[in-house]
């Protein structure tokens, strides 16, 4: 499990994701590496993906940096539709080898989001699922999905918040959902949403600029790191986080003079580790 977060701003887009991978055991939890990479840079666009790390014999990484788009610059629905296409074959291909390990059919193997502009020149976020076809474009507001982290909608919006721009997350966000949410969207039955809206956070996002966009994404991930460390789980589902989260953090940022890192690890030495630690 991971955690990739996208915030739109009015200035552009940033996104975050820890790099740790872990792997399952009939009665035990391991971690495999603290250097996964869970962002790209794919047809001028900002990639995230969380799930399974590997697909048919490479990285998730690793297939995705051989991924090639048909354009050198894409809207993210156009990326993200060339995207799951091509990580959907892939998947049949590997599950053609290790027929076990198909996922049901309401459970994603790889779940992504892009973050670029839109040919209207808007900072947009799309998401898909593999291998089930699904790409979104949701409000960044809540009124097709339950990922989403501003304001309720059932609430007034005090703050005149403009519905394109907020966070969205994959991969274990209830740390997230707690602390921009107010409540956890996974924990929380949907009946209920609209009486805890009220816990909701005013975040005003139609006044951030890049800057804010990349500390809330440090911050949203860093706090699911910290939080994994102390919790283990909640009550009703004990050890559910499972402290999957974890290592470097890497950030993303596009805006419309094109795609940067503002934080991504590099490769070291032990003695460097060491000295880190």
Not at 1 to 26: E, H, W
Not at 175 to 185: A, W
Not at 217 to 244: C, E, H, L, Y
Request: hydrophobic share 40%; proline share 6%; aromatic share 8%.
């Amino acid at each position: 499990m991971s955690v990739v977060v996208g915030i739109v701003v009015p200035d552009g887009i940033v996104m975050a994701a820890d790099s740790r991978t872990t792997y399952k055991l009939p009665h035990r939890q391991r971690i495999a590496t603290y250097y996964s990479h869970k962002l790209f840079e794919i047809a001028g666009c900002a990639v995230g993906a969380a799930g399974w790390n590997q697909l048919n014999g490479r990285t998730v990484a690793a297939q995705l940096r051989r991924f090639k788009p048909s354009a050198a610059n894409l809207s993210p629905e156009d990326a993200a539709k060339e995207i799951h296409a091509y990580l959907a074959a892939l998947y049949d291909e590997h599950i053609q080898k290790f027929s076990n390990q198909a996922v049901a059919d309401d459970s994603p193997a790889i779940t992504f989001m892009v973050g670029g502009y839109t040919a209207a020149h808007e900072p947009a976020l799309h998401f898909g699922n593999v291998p089930k076809l699904v790409v979104e474009a949701p409000d960044m507001q809540g009124k097709t999905t339950p990922m989403d982290l501003t304001i309720n909608q059932q609430l007034p919006n005090p703050m005149n918040v403009i519905e394109r721009y907020g966070t969205r997350s994959i991969g274990n966000s209830s740390v997230i959902y707690r602390l921009l949410r107010g409540y956890d969207l996974e924990a929380v039955p949907m009946a209920l949403w609209s009486q805890l809206g009220p816990c909701t956070p005013i975040i005003p996002y139609d006044v951030f600029g890049i800057q804010d966009g990349v500390d809330l994404a440090n911050f949203s991930v860093a706090s699911t790191i910290r939080m994994q460390r102390f919790a283990w789980g909640t009550v009703g589902k004990p050890d559910s986080d499972g402290n999957t989260v974890g290592g470097a953090i890497d950030i993303a940022v596009v805006t419309e003079d094109g795609f940067t890192w503002a934080k991504r690890k590099e490769l070291h030495t032990e003695a460097q580790f060491v000295e880190q630690l």
